[in-house]
């Protein structure tokens, strides 16, 4: 082994028993949300139960709307039995 | 179904308790302190989880009345499942809606594809399903869509645990007991609240079902008096 090549073992080793104190030396910067924008939570907040009293508003409607064809289905079907003269079982 | 009946006035003491509530639960959410860490958006919380509680309780109740319709052939089983189902898919929806819009400035993101969020949506899509099935499939709908509904009954419990046993972004089932006792109360409130409103509902949605039930018997009936002996 001839002189040059003694130093580079010796740089070499030196950088391996380095490498570890250099990354233990390393000082990480705290960084308060750094890629993402605030968003303004109150708009998501009104909008998650805006939709929920909108998605039970649209229900009950359903619901009721239903409710009240059946109904007039009912009265009608029993106005016609009772003008026939003859009334059903049920 | 005239008016002045017993489930009429129950039905609109329900529905005035529900009214009130859904009015007041703002200001009760007003009234907890801001979580430090996400601040005004965890407000969602205390509406997102009461509709999580009735979306188990939708599958829950419909899996047991489509047993006793699956073992005991009971009509009103039946319609009992139907409803609820109904209310699983409303509440279901509102869960679905509500998490992203919380996700989106609690994690930068309106949806990830872990085991709370999918299983969640696999519930959703089970009932779902259950009332394609008892709309479009035909004259075994009835049982097809029952059999549905077990299989969403099993899924429902493996949502609820899934934050505790695999690793999710979503914060696991200790959230409640681990809150300030303010927030508790507040869901806990909010909780009841929404338990009233589903009552009322499926109440509702019930009495729309018997009335269809007593139009057909009464058609049924007519054309056999009508024709005559």
Not at chain 1, 6 to 12: A, E
Not at chain 2, 76 to 85: F, I, P, Y
Not at chain 2, 152 to 161: F, I, K, Q, S
Not at chain 2, 177 to 201: D, H, I, N, Y
Request: contains cysteine; aromatic residues 10%.
């Amino acid at each position: 082994m001839n002189h040059k090549h003694r130093l580079h073992s010796v740089v070499c080793a030196l950088v391996v028993a380095l490498a570890p104190a250099l990354a233990l030396g390393q000082q990480y910067e705290k960084i308060d949300d750094p890629i993402r924008p605030r968003l303004s939570p109150s708009p998501f907040v009104l909008g998650a139960y805006g939709f929920i009293w909108a998605a039970v508003l649209v229900y009950v409607v359903f619901v009721a709307k239903g409710l009240a064809r059946v109904r007039g289905e009912l009265d009608s079907l029993r106005t016609k039995v009772d003008r026939e003269g003859k009334k059903p079982t049920a | 179904m005239s008016a002045g009946r017993p489930s009429d006035f129950r039905l609109v003491a329900g529905a005035a308790v529900a009214a009130l509530g859904f009015l007041g639960i703002p200001f009760l959410i007003a009234a907890t302190p801001i979580e430090p860490v996400m601040g005004i958006v965890q407000k969602i919380f205390y509406f997102h989880v009461p509709c999580a509680y009735l979306l188990f309780l939708s599958t829950f109740v419909c899996a047991g009345a489509s047993i006793a319709y699956l073992f005991k052939g009971s009509e009103g089983g039946d319609r009992l499942a139907l409803c609820s189902a109904e209310l699983g898919v409303l509440f279901g929806l509102c869960v679905l809606v509500t998490g992203p819009l919380w996700a989106r400035v609690a994690w930068g993101v309106y949806w990830q594809w872990d085991a709370r969020l999918t299983s969640a949506l696999l519930l959703w899509l089970m009932l779902v399903g259950y009332l394609l099935a008892r709309r479009y499939g035909g004259p075994a709908a009835k049982r097809l869509a029952a059999g549905l509904a077990l299989f969403a009954a099993v899924d429902a419990p493996l949502v609820y645990v899934s934050v505790n046993v695999w690793r999710t972004i979503h914060p696991n089932t200790s959230v409640i007991t681990q809150s300030v006792p303010e927030m508790k109360l507040a869901v806990r409130l909010a909780a009841l609240l929404f338990l009233v409103l589903w009552g009322v509902l499926l109440a509702l949605r019930l009495r729309l079902e018997r009335a269809r039930a007593a139009l057909g018997e009464l058609e049924l009936a007519c054309e056999d008096a009508l024709e005559g002996p």
